[in-house]
């Protein structure tokens, strides 16, 4: 039932409605639906009904012979969830689907692509840094028309359409051939028109992008000239890896053997795929050496990264998007645009605030999740934004990314001709350095997590905590500030509230804690 050109099949493909039954735990979060791939795989109509669920909270004006764009991180079981994603796109009336080769996109060229072929949106499979695998993690996340993450009101009629769903229409029927570049059409029953596939090259789009972002040639020379710089990325064999070899070897002129871990895995290796010091060890462990001036790992879907310096030195990603933006004017791309503002997360430490008063611009804090800097940046109030999970990105889509992070640093230490650690130290010496901590609780049991919020907020409610001192060692701290962080867009006004803070501070030396 594959039409190919010059060829029409006799008989279309049928739709079929399949009636099914409710889930009660589809409501979407900050990062799509996650749960554990034997959900997704294991519990009948799981994923059908979420697929549905997204695809019916798109207006059916909107969404018949509209443009899709469907991509995942290569962990287990996505291709086969972008086989059904591509059954039920068809039957519920989807025109086209863009779809990378073998079903791979990164997060960031998902959303590239969305904007550059104005897409009415894109379906994201990937669970970021979480465990692959079949006892592992599996996600499904839908960016909307500008390429960013949904906002609260998509999530919401997501959820809504999930709580009464009684069935789910599909093209059983239809096979797809990812691993085919090129056009694939099918016609289908009742529908005028035939329903087209397009296989793309995972990298082309977004790498052309990154041209006309870049001065390659600078950063080409820094990584082959004559004191060429020496590099060691970890992809952490997540997709990245495609953009990892293809970018910065083929293109930019990096030896083969400076990139590691590049091919895609459904398992990652059998290890997190998160670009942290406690998982990203083997790059810790190659950059402690002292061999390589510059190094960096990614997550699975390549929107978040970390950088370290030669001998291993650390930078906090707090640091790294202040630095990055004093350092905009090194990226030709933000000489010719200009820059507006910055924006973080309020978990993310004030290192960003420091560039923006010394710039003269303003600064957005922000709860986490990075819709909200789409809509500062949509509005044009924002040119670069950050958080504190190493998540980092510009107006030039709508995404968190990781690859694009590197790009920036490589294009700072090819026109200052430093390191990362003196780049670093200068930046300290000249706006202050915050020290930044964070620590991840896995596997909390959710009752006791919500009393545990429950009861801090009530302990720094309390007026007579605003003041209080602390010992640690030699230093007394007292508290400056205590909220529940209440966040108004100035875009639209939505409110989200509810985002606890704790500000301790004293000042040692050059230290901000």
């Not at 600078?218 to 970018?247: C, E, F, N, W």
């Not at 998982?279 to 370290?308: C, N």
Request: net charge neutral; aromatic share 10%.
């Amino acid at each position: 039932r594959l039409l190919r050109v010059g060829r029409m099949e006799t008989s279309p493909i049928p739709v079929v409605t399949v009636q099914t039954a409710p889930f009660d735990d589809q409501r979407p979060g900050t990062s799509g639906l996650r749960r554990k791939t034997a959900v997704f795989e294991g519990k009948k109509n799981y994923l059908q009904n979420y697929i549905q669920s997204l695809l019916s909270s798109i207006d059916l004006r909107d969404r018949q012979g509209c443009t899709m764009v469907v991509g995942s991180d290569g962990r287990y079981f996505s291709r086969a969830a972008t086989e059904l994603i591509v059954q039920m796109a068809a039957a519920n009336g989807i025109g086209r689907l863009v779809i990378g080769h073998n079903g791979l996109l990164s997060t960031p060229a998902v959303s590239c692509i969305i904007r550059k072929i104005k897409a009415i949106g894109g379906i994201i499979l990937t669970a970021s840094h979480n465990p692959g695998g079949p006892g592992g993690d599996f996600g499904i996340k839908f960016n909307v028309a500008n390429g960013g993450p949904s906002p609260d009101t998509v999530m919401e009629r997501i959820h809504q359409v999930s709580r009464t769903l009684e069935e789910y229409a599909i093209c059983p029927d239809l096979r797809i051939d990812l691993s085919r570049l090129g056009r694939q059409e099918f016609d289908l029953e009742n529908k005028f028109k035939p329903f087209r596939v397009e296989i793309v090259d995972s990298v082309e789009v977004y790498l052309q992008m990154l041209r006309n972002i870049f001065d390659f040639s600078a950063i080409k020379s820094l990584l082959t000239g004559p004191d060429q710089l020496k590099i060691h990325i970890d992809a952490m064999h997540g997709v990245t890896g495609l953009y990892v070899r293809r970018i910065l070897c083929d293109e930019l002129g990096a030896p083969a053997n400076s990139a590691v871990n590049c091919v895609p895995l459904e398992d990652f290796g059998g290890r997190p795929p998160e670009p942290n010091l406690t998982y990203a060890t083997s790059l810790v462990d190659a950059m402690k050496g002292g061999d390589f001036g510059f190094g960096a790992a990614f997550d699975a879907d390549g929107d978040r990264y970390m950088i370290l310096g030669e001998n291993g030195f650390f930078v906090s990603p707090s640091d790294s998007v202040a630095i990055m933006a004093a350092n905009l004017s090194t990226i030709p791309y933000f000489r010719q645009q200009g820059v507006r503002g910055f924006a973080r997360s309020m978990a993310t430490s004030t290192a960003l605030d420091r560039v923006a008063k010394a710039m003269k611009l303003a600064l957005y804090e922000t709860p986490t999740g990075w819709r909200y800097f789409g809509n500062l940046m949509d509005s044009g109030r924002c040119s670069l934004c950050g958080e504190e999970s190493f998540g980092t990105g510009s107006d030039h889509i709508r995404e968190k990314d990781g690859l694009w992070s590197v790009l920036v640093w490589l294009s700072i230490m090819a026109a200052r001709k430093q390191g990362v650690e003196q780049i670093v130290r200068e930046h300290w010496a000249k706006f202050g350095r915050n020290y930044f901590c964070r620590f991840d609780y896995e596997g909390l049991d959710p009752r006791a997590a919500f009393y545990l919020m429950r009861d801090l907020e009530a302990v720094i409610s309390d007026k007579a905590f605003t003041s209080q001192k602390f010992a640690v060692g030699d230093h007394i701290y007292s508290v400056e500030r205590t909220d529940n962080f209440e966040y108004i867009d100035p875009v639209d006004g939505t409110v989200a509230r509810n985002q606890v803070s704790l500000v301790q501070k004293c000042t040692i030396k050059e230290y901000e804690l």
